[in-house]
């Protein structure tokens, strides 16, 4: 790939996603394999003014080899060290950029429920320097190609030219390919904001699915939380973009308040697994039954993470002929997949729609709605035959998708 | 590479090399690039009955982006969570297995009073976990070929041909070739240990260094110190090879007892910098003076870095026509290099060779005549004009190596 358009792809993260500023911590979280542009980043954020840069390198195929050969209650231990870079974060609340590559299929074969309660033991450590840093300082995630994730993509394509399609479906999807991000970002972001306006604006208490594949979902909204897209604010008013690319305008839905079924429009993956044509029938905001072609096993083990992971965590409203959708590729990568279409997700709610969330403990916005686990797994569940339907403060219907594009 | 001779490889390194053993942890230190090999060597120290394997990821890239973009304040900070990994290892005495690819030129450009500084800032936090853990785990260094390191010693070759052809040599010169290494090792281990045991039976003062190319060096052995070849064992007992390859027999000198001086044979690759044609003058066992056609500032770093950094910590015997001397290949690599010729090094001595050592703390071993130091920085002084003569107890002269070869 041109080291121009890598270049100001770098640029794009550090300035507009993450927003560096002058003396902050940055945390690198990136694949081993992405070495050369992560530490492109790295420098990036060096001449913003970062104080220091931290890298945690991440690595599926020695994960696969500690979940396949060592016991649950070994790697349910987190090891001194680990805890204390988890303290670390939640005192200095560094800002973290996530460089995605993974292995669509990095843990395949794996026990997923033992990957599940792992991890579930895990949080009882460190949850609590988890959530000493929500809001505290900014986030970006954006993609970067691995061979594994680019050989999934492009399967025909022999490796080299894989990540190199990979690398200009990435850039195309992040508004990069032209090398001026950071000004396609400026105008992309009063778009969002302009249509999250109008959401507000209509006072909606629920939304109904329907499509012709067989979605019938009612979801309660509550009073107040707001639809977000695009850019987001820390507490202490730093603005950030989470996510490269973002088409959504979502929302955190009243937990407790879910009725009938949804089906998915595109597999899912999850844990360095994939999830194939599923549903998920919900009664009082839970997910009571889930059935997939492909992967239900790992679909009941994102679940049975904790109690909150049955419940839903978001609604997030993209139309169907966004610009990812009409690559026409399947990213197999929640970052991008997510963006082409509407969706769903299954647990963690996002406390920073709550109004004036930092009056609030995570316990009190919890029992207000936002729904609270240590997992977030979103799910598409948009198609070009989707309606969604609003409902607002006085029972007035209002068309919100038609046909899978904004009624509006 | 052939994957059969790569797993045998592995079981080399985890078996004969650091002998893992049920219930202990495992840190393997490797650089990014080497993922593929790296987990089939944790998945190898699972299966000998590790109980947990954590891996310690190195990126020459990122260390460079934090050497040019951050300051030496920042830099030499210990972050908390670093700190408290090196108290873990000295809580812990985890086994340690290096896997080196190192770029040899990962650094260049880099200030080495810079790194010296920042590594000596360091030191005096994470010392006194360093030195908790001498003696206490087995340890291993191997190598594995990263694409930089290829291209160095194979510059006229394609990159995935100069892989393939580094692997081919690290496997020949570690006896590990034709998939037998654990068995080449035992005859291999044999043959060290006898020679050792004749050296150790001279009971040698000192030892003259005279060639061709000018040297001209006496240097000092403490009474009772020995020579060691071949593997090691803990203070509890535990077997294992440091080094694969090995084919020294190598002592501690005498801190304080050096003069004259010494021509190195090959160039010294010292934090990712490359150090040509250099001569050192000794005088009171110090280092006064160091001359090098290339890298003399890098040269001069090393010997800056403490107290113990000019004085000698080794002198190690290589005959000229070693197995990796017979190769022709210069590796750009101290673990290979060193072990194709006659070596000294600059640095830390062994503590371990003294006779009862652990009755004594390190400052008492300093004192009797052990080199300490934060470094440990190996060259290469042997080449086929290289005479060695001892001098025993009564003040016979004993020749040790004769035009670079032994002569018993």
Redesign the interface.
């Known amino acids: 790939m041109d080291t121009k358009l890598l270049d100001a792809y770098a640029d794009l993260i550090v300035k507009t996603g993450a927003n560096v500023q002058p003396g902050q911590y940055v945390v690198i979280r990136t694949n081993?394999?992405l070495?050369?542009f992560?530490?492109l980043v790295?420098?990036k954020c060096?001449?913003h003014g970062a104080?220091?840069?931290?890298?945690h390198?991440q690595?599926a195929?020695?994960d696969?080899?500690?979940y396949?050969?060592?016991s649950e209650e070994?790697?349910s231990?987190v090891?001194?060290?680990?805890e204390?870079?988890h303290?670390?974060m939640a005192d200095h609340t560094p800002i973290l950029i996530w460089i995605d590559g993974d292995d669509p299929d990095g843990l395949k074969g794996v026990d997923a429920n033992k990957v599940a309660r792992i991890k579930a033991n895990k949080y009882k450590v460190i949850g609590k320097y988890r959530e000493a840093q929500e809001n505290k300082a900014q986030w970006c995630i954006a993609g970067a190609p691995t061979k594994a994730w680019a050989k999934k993509v492009f399967p025909d394509l022999p490796v080299e030219e894989a990540i190199e399609a990979l690398w200009k479906a990435i850039l195309k999807t992040s508004r990069a390919e032209n090398g001026n991000g950071i000004e396609e970002w400026e105008k992309h972001e009063e778009d969002l904001k302009e249509r999250c306006e109008k959401l507000n604006s209509f006072h909606l208490t629920s939304l109904h699915y329907r499509s012709d594949r067989g979605t019938d979902l009612t979801i309660g909204l509550i009073p107040g939380v707001i639809f977000l897209g695009g850019g987001e604010k820390t507490d202490d008013g730093k603005f950030f973009q989470p996510n490269i690319p973002s088409e959504e305008c979502f929302t955190s839905p009243w937990k407790g308040k879910a009725e009938g079924i949804v089906y998915a429009t595109k597999p899912l993956v999850y844990n360095g697994q994939v999830i194939k044509n599923f549903s998920a029938r919900f009664h009082n905001g839970k997910a009571i039954e889930v059935k997939a072609e492909e992967g239900e096993e790992v679909l009941k083990s994102i679940l049975s993470l904790d109690e909150g992971a049955s419940y839903l965590g978001e609604c997030a409203l993209v139309p169907f002929h966004s610009p990812i959708n009409d690559t026409g590729i399947l990213f197999y990568n929640t970052l991008y997949d997510e963006n082409a279409a509407c969706h769903l997700a299954l647990g963690r709610g996002f406390t920073e729609l709550y109004p004036n969330h930092e009056k609030y403990s995570l316990k009190e916005l919890e029992k207000r709605g936002i729904n609270s686990s240590l997992s977030h797994v979103d799910f598409m569940v948009g198609d070009d035959t989707l309606d969604i339907t609003g409902t607002d403060e006085n029972g007035k219907e209002i068309p919100i998708f038609v046909h899978g594009a904004w009624a509006f």
């Open positions: 081993v394999e070495e050369p992560a530490s790295a420098r060096y001449q104080k220091r840069v931290f890298v390198w690595s195929k020695m696969q080899v500690d396949q050969e060592a070994v790697l231990d090891p001194s060290f680990e204390e870079a303290k670390f």
